[in-house]
């Protein structure tokens, strides 16, 4: 019985272990991922400040098609600045707010 017992004790740690050892990766991926997402939304406020440029330069300002893509590009420049994503579900919205701007941006320069 005392060897069944050890067998069961061995396995038990062996498992919190390798849980531990889980948790850490999944830490580790989780800040490579918040990471890289900080990379592409320093990437993407620079492309944005491009195209407002571009925009600015295209449409007449007293159009209302102006005002309304300036204001969509602005709130994407919101989106880019928002401080780091400290949990997954903070990733993930700011991940969905950003690629719904997107397409509304791209919604508004592409219909004719």
Request: overall charge negative.
């Amino acid at each position: 019985m005392s060897h069944t017992g050890d067998n069961v004790l061995s396995f038990l740690k062996q498992a919190v272990t390798k849980i531990e050892e889980l948790q850490v990766q999944t830490a580790l991926g989780k800040a490579e991922l918040s990471e890289k997402f900080e990379e592409i939304k320093k990437e993407a406020r620079e492309k944005v400040n491009d195209i407002k440029a571009k925009v600015t330069s295209e449409f007449n300002e007293e159009k209302e098609e102006f005002n309304h893509v300036k204001g969509k590009l602005e709130h994407l420049e919101v989106q880019l600045a928002l401080g780091e994503a400290e949990t997954m579900d903070a990733l993930k919205e700011q991940k969905k707010n950003f690629k719904e701007t997107v397409n509304d941006i791209k919604n508004m320069l592409t219909k004719d």
